[in-house]
């Protein structure tokens, strides 16, 4: 049972990783974004 675990979270842990940096590049680019937009004169 215990080789049949393993795959599982290791895909998981995977997973949540990628989700991670994924949401960490969006509220970067969200947080570049709204840096630029309010640094910005003109709408």
Sequence with gaps: MGASFKPVR???ILQSAC???AEW???R???EG???NSADPHP
Excluded: D, E, P, V
């Design 10 to 12: 290791h895909y998981l």
């Design 19 to 21: 989700n991670f940096k």
């Design 25 to 27: 590049t969006y509220r």
């Design 29 to 31: 680019i969200i947080m």
């Design 34 to 36: 709204l840096l630029h």
